[in-house]
């Protein structure tokens, strides 16, 4: 039987691959396909002429497109493995070369026929012109950096195929690395613009490298070179500007620019937060503020980990009092519920969490860090609760600890291991009633390495290494917020401790 089903899973695993391998060679072929085809009905508009090109050519342009693309997948699937099963991100990368070259065509074409309107102008001057860098702003902002080099470089190449001009690829290269770095932690849609002026700039300056190259002197025709060679980096921001909402949208991917609107502290939900959830608002910023200031450290976005810290806990809008952050009374709303009735009510802010989260289109990495960010980890309180409860009273019916855990699954990324562990110590801290440094760090130590041998951080990718730093940028924040103060005259206030009680384990209300 076992030798059956080690059988079975070779026979899957293989017709996964078989399958697999197919997408990606239908992907393969459709792009060349589409980009051949697009490069073959631009060289018309090069040439000016309708002269039909031959099989073998058509063959010739396809399987050169094909081989780039492989290189390019290679080198990509080198740098990040996953993308072998990333179709979307494997789409994404083909339209964008593919939408790329017909903007080209279309912006060479009219400016073409503008210079044509003028005379006495050299008609492959429009080349200057053709906005080839907006596919790499888009990678860079929409996928990665390394992406957007690598888009350049087969841009590039893939243009002097097209054009037939072997110093085109420089500028065009030129003009689409500026683009991809112009726009690295792009904070604002404004910062387009910027990128767009740097992209101006050095095509400018890449335009006149190229005609003392080609051997010939400042003429006439520089000024019409310098402002082609402008416009192709103000074309670059209009053309962004307009397609970077769409390809968002459409992938459901999430950039920095739409982090920072998220980010808004005026968002609906964020706002819900604050009205329904105070003192759950104020935990989640505190909560921003640990996982930034370790992001850093440990190669995570800082923007991506703060954002979603803000939303990791909206699910407790549903039911606020029963946290024990937004309770008010003297009496706790568990005093008369049994801990498993209990433990399921806190259990069911990530689900409400979740469905908060669609309700107002968050994006999926948000909601996937929403569900993730208690991964299975016990409700201890309850759980020894429980535990007394059916010491004290042998006729109550017994619990296991599965009873008393979230349903998952664990962190699966940096971000949400990050949050996972910043909103334990934060709920924790708050239980100290002489907050030292010293105290702290202890604090951190022991519920960062509960976590561990819990098995909560098997499944992300931080290492020893990492954990260290995160405790060590932990510690610093919380000694930062607990930091000493002075009383002022006549603001004494005696016996104000009298009355203060150590807060109950930050299970109770998480």
């Given at each position: ?92 990368v083909g339209i964008l070369l593919t939408t790329n070259f017909i903007l080209g065509e279309v912006f060479y074409f009219i400016f073409k026929l503008f210079t044509l ?394």
């Open positions: 039987m076992k030798s059956l089903k080690t059988d079975n899973a070779e026979i899957n695993k293989h017709h996964l691959i078989t399958k697999g391998s197919f997408i990606r060679l239908s992907l393969l072929m459709l792009f060349s396909g589409l980009i051949g085809a697009t490069i073959l009905f631009g060289r018309g508009f090069i040439s000016g002429t309708a002269t039909e090109v031959s099989h073998e050519a058509a063959a010739g342009v396809v399987l050169v497109i094909g081989l780039l693309l492989i290189i390019f997948y290679k080198d990509l699937k080198r740098y990040t493995p996953t993308i072998e099963k990333d179709y979307k991100t494997i789409i994404l309107w003028l005379g006495n102008i050299d008609p492959m001057l429009p080349i200057y012109v053709i906005p080839l860098a907006t596919g790499s702003m888009l990678a860079a902002l929409l996928i990665d950096i390394h992406t957007a080099i690598l888009l350049t470089i087969v841009s590039s190449l893939i243009a002097g195929l097209w054009l037939n001009d072997p110093v085109y690829p420089i500028f065009n290269f030129a003009a689409g690395i500026t683009a991809a770095f112009g726009v690295i932690r792009c904070k604002r849609r404004s910062a387009i613009w910027r990128g767009g002026l740097y992209v101006s700039m050095v095509c400018v300056f890449t335009s006149m490298i190229l005609i003392l190259y080609r051997g010939h002197l400042p003429g006439p025709e520089t000024m019409v070179i310098i402002g082609f060679s402008f416009l192709n980096g103000m074309l670059v921001a209009i053309l962004v500007s307009a397609l970077l909402p769409v390809g968002e949208k459409f992938f459901k991917l999430i950039t920095d620019i739409s982090l920072l609107e998220l980010l808004d502290l005026n968002q609906p939900l964020l706002q819900e937060l604050l009205a329904e959830a105070p003192s759950t608002y104020h935990h989640s910023i505190v909560v921003g503020n640990l996982v930034e200031s370790a992001a850093e450290a440990v190669g995570v976005n800082p923007l991506m980990a703060r954002v979603s810290a803000y939303y990791h806990d909206i699910g407790k809008i549903k039911m606020p009092e029963y946290f024990i952050e937004n309770q008010t009374g003297l009496v706790s709303r568990h005093e008369n519920m049994s801990p498993r009735m209990s433990a399921l009510v806190l259990i069911s802010h990530v689900k409400e969490g979740v469905e908060l989260a669609k309700k107002y289109n968050l994006p999926k990495a948000i909601i996937d860090i929403i569900q993730q960010h208690h991964g299975t980890s016990i409700q201890t309180y309850f759980w020894q609760k429980a535990r007394e409860q059916h010491e004290a009273d042998k006729t109550l019916p017994p619990s296991t600890e599965d009873d008393f855990r979230y349903p998952g699954p664990k962190p699966r990324t940096n971000v949400a291991a990050l949050i996972h562990m910043a909103d334990a110590v934060e709920a924790a801290s708050r239980t100290l009633t002489e907050p030292t440094p010293e105290k702290i760090s202890a604090l951190i130590d022991r519920i960062v390495n509960n976590r561990i041998i819990d098995g909560q951080l098997d499944e992300c990718e931080l290492t020893l290494k990492d954990i260290r730093e995160i405790k060590t940028h932990f510690v610093f924040i919380l000694s930062s917020m607990f930091h000493k103060r002075i009383n002022y005259p006549g603001f004494e206030i005696e016996n104000e401790d009298t009355d203060k009680k150590p807060a109950a384990a930050p299970e109770a209300g998480h």
